[in-house]
Protein backbone atom coordinates (compact mmCIF):
# COMPACT_ATOMS: atom_id res chain seq x y z
CA UNK A 1 0.00 0.00 0.00
CA UNK A 2 1.69 3.36 -1.00
CA UNK A 3 2.15 5.62 1.68
CA UNK A 4 0.49 9.17 1.88
CA UNK A 5 1.84 12.38 0.19
CA UNK A 6 1.18 15.67 -0.10
CA UNK A 7 1.89 19.05 -2.09
CA UNK A 8 4.50 21.25 -0.51
CA UNK A 9 5.79 23.93 -2.90
CA UNK A 10 4.51 24.67 -6.79
CA UNK A 11 7.14 26.60 -9.08
CA UNK A 12 5.49 28.85 -11.53
CA UNK A 13 7.03 30.64 -14.75
CA UNK A 14 6.85 34.50 -14.80
CA UNK A 15 7.76 37.37 -16.79
CA UNK A 16 8.06 40.32 -14.89
CA UNK A 17 9.07 39.95 -10.85
CA UNK A 18 8.45 43.49 -9.81
CA UNK A 19 4.73 42.98 -11.04
CA UNK A 20 4.72 39.52 -9.65
CA UNK A 21 5.75 40.92 -6.28
CA UNK A 22 3.30 43.56 -6.61
CA UNK A 23 0.32 41.34 -7.26
CA UNK A 24 1.00 38.26 -5.08
CA UNK A 25 2.21 40.65 -1.81
CA UNK A 26 -1.53 41.26 -2.29
CA UNK A 27 -3.38 38.16 -3.17
CA UNK A 28 -1.27 35.63 -1.25
CA UNK A 29 -1.54 38.15 1.73
CA UNK A 30 -4.75 37.59 2.14
CA UNK A 31 -4.38 34.23 2.07
CA UNK A 32 -1.93 34.15 4.88
CA UNK A 33 0.84 33.88 3.10
CA UNK A 34 4.09 35.74 3.44
CA UNK A 35 6.96 36.48 1.10
CA UNK A 36 10.29 35.05 2.28
CA UNK A 37 12.45 35.47 -0.28
CA UNK A 38 13.57 37.33 -3.50
CA UNK A 39 15.95 37.30 -5.64
CA UNK A 40 16.50 39.53 -9.26
CA UNK A 41 14.92 36.28 -10.86
CA UNK A 42 12.61 34.70 -8.52
CA UNK A 43 10.30 35.73 -5.42
CA UNK A 44 8.72 32.97 -3.18
CA UNK A 45 6.13 32.91 -1.01
CA UNK A 46 4.87 30.63 1.88
CA UNK A 47 2.28 29.72 4.26
CA UNK A 48 3.81 27.25 6.94
CA UNK A 49 2.37 24.50 4.68
CA UNK A 50 2.88 25.08 0.91
CA UNK A 51 5.35 27.87 -0.54
CA UNK A 52 4.80 29.11 -4.29
CA UNK A 53 7.94 29.57 -6.31
CA UNK A 54 7.40 32.41 -9.19
CA UNK A 55 10.69 32.56 -11.58
CA UNK A 56 11.89 34.78 -13.86
CA UNK A 57 11.94 33.07 -17.60
CA UNK A 58 13.60 34.96 -19.92
CA UNK A 59 13.06 32.56 -22.79
CA UNK A 60 9.32 32.08 -21.82
CA UNK A 61 8.18 28.55 -22.53
CA UNK A 62 4.26 28.61 -21.78
CA UNK A 63 2.06 30.90 -23.40
CA UNK A 64 -1.78 31.93 -21.24
CA UNK A 65 -4.39 33.24 -22.29
CA UNK A 66 -6.89 35.32 -20.03
CA UNK A 67 -10.03 33.38 -19.37
CA UNK A 68 -13.07 34.86 -21.56
CA UNK A 69 -16.31 33.85 -19.69
CA UNK A 70 -17.13 31.14 -22.09
CA UNK A 71 -15.54 28.09 -19.90
CA UNK A 72 -17.61 26.31 -18.14
CA UNK A 73 -14.23 24.82 -16.32
CA UNK A 74 -10.62 26.63 -16.75
CA UNK A 75 -8.40 23.60 -16.49
CA UNK A 76 -5.57 25.08 -15.44
CA UNK A 77 -5.79 27.26 -12.28
CA UNK A 78 -4.70 27.52 -8.54
CA UNK A 79 -8.01 26.66 -6.31
CA UNK A 80 -7.21 28.19 -2.09
CA UNK A 81 -9.70 26.81 -0.15
CA UNK A 82 -11.12 29.09 2.67
CA UNK A 83 -13.74 28.02 5.53
CA UNK A 84 -16.69 29.91 3.95
CA UNK A 85 -18.14 31.85 1.82
CA UNK A 86 -17.95 35.11 3.82
CA UNK A 87 -14.26 34.56 3.94
CA UNK A 88 -14.68 34.64 0.37
CA UNK A 89 -16.19 37.65 0.17
CA UNK A 90 -13.92 39.40 2.89
CA UNK A 91 -10.91 38.51 0.63
CA UNK A 92 -12.87 39.59 -2.77
CA UNK A 93 -13.90 42.90 -0.84
CA UNK A 94 -9.83 43.47 0.76
CA UNK A 95 -8.40 42.83 -2.59
CA UNK A 96 -10.17 45.29 -4.57
CA UNK A 97 -9.85 48.15 -1.98
CA UNK A 98 -5.55 47.12 -3.12
CA UNK A 99 -7.03 47.44 -6.88
CA UNK A 100 -6.65 44.07 -7.39
CA UNK A 101 -10.02 42.98 -9.20
CA UNK A 102 -11.45 39.56 -9.49
CA UNK A 103 -12.62 38.28 -13.33
CA UNK A 104 -15.75 36.18 -11.63
CA UNK A 105 -16.79 37.63 -8.43
CA UNK A 106 -17.56 35.36 -5.88
CA UNK A 107 -20.55 33.14 -6.47
CA UNK A 108 -22.56 30.25 -5.83
CA UNK A 109 -21.49 27.46 -8.80
CA UNK A 110 -24.24 24.67 -7.76
CA UNK A 111 -23.10 23.09 -10.65
CA UNK A 112 -19.48 22.20 -9.68
CA UNK A 113 -21.27 20.77 -6.50
CA UNK A 114 -23.85 21.89 -3.95
CA UNK A 115 -22.28 24.45 -1.40
CA UNK A 116 -19.56 25.44 -3.74
CA UNK A 117 -18.64 29.29 -3.74
CA UNK A 118 -15.88 31.17 -5.62
CA UNK A 119 -14.22 34.14 -7.23
CA UNK A 120 -11.95 33.87 -9.56
CA UNK A 121 -8.67 36.72 -10.15
CA UNK A 122 -6.02 36.34 -13.02
CA UNK A 123 -2.57 37.79 -12.15
CA UNK A 124 -0.14 39.81 -14.61
CA UNK A 125 0.94 36.66 -16.00
CA UNK A 126 -2.54 35.23 -16.69
CA UNK A 127 -2.56 32.39 -14.09
CA UNK A 128 -5.34 31.90 -12.89
CA UNK A 129 -6.20 31.80 -9.20
CA UNK A 130 -9.68 30.78 -7.45
CA UNK A 131 -10.63 31.07 -3.88
CA UNK A 132 -13.09 28.90 -2.74
CA UNK A 133 -15.17 27.03 0.11
CA UNK A 134 -17.81 24.02 0.14
CA UNK A 135 -20.17 25.05 2.89
CA UNK A 136 -23.23 22.52 3.71
CA UNK A 137 -26.11 23.71 1.57
CA UNK A 138 -28.37 23.62 4.19
CA UNK A 139 -26.56 26.21 6.03
CA UNK A 140 -26.50 28.19 3.50
CA UNK A 141 -30.54 28.14 2.95
CA UNK A 142 -30.96 28.83 6.94
CA UNK A 143 -28.49 32.16 6.20
CA UNK A 144 -30.44 33.25 2.97
CA UNK A 145 -27.93 31.91 0.47
CA UNK A 146 -29.52 31.69 -3.00
CA UNK A 147 -28.68 30.02 -6.00
CA UNK A 148 -26.82 32.18 -8.63
CA UNK A 149 -26.95 31.51 -12.58
CA UNK A 150 -23.64 30.24 -14.85
CA UNK A 151 -20.94 32.76 -13.54
CA UNK A 152 -20.38 35.50 -16.56
CA UNK A 153 -16.99 37.08 -16.10
CA UNK A 154 -17.34 40.88 -15.16
CA UNK A 155 -16.81 42.20 -18.71
CA UNK A 156 -19.84 39.96 -19.81
CA UNK A 157 -21.42 41.24 -16.65
CA UNK A 158 -21.50 44.76 -17.27
CA UNK A 159 -22.49 44.15 -21.22
CA UNK A 160 -25.82 42.28 -19.94
Do not use: C
Not at 2 to 20: F, K, N, Q
Not at 42 to 53: C, F, K, P
Not at 76 to 99: K, M
Amino acid sequence: MPGSSSLRHLSLEVSDIARTKWFYDRFLGQLGFRRFVEEAGYVAYTDGDLTLWLIHERSPRIRRRAPTGDEEVIAEHLAFHVDSAARVSAIEAALARSEVYPVFRGEEHPEFRAGYFSATWVDPDQIVLEVYTVENPAARRRTGGAKKPKRRSAAKKKRA
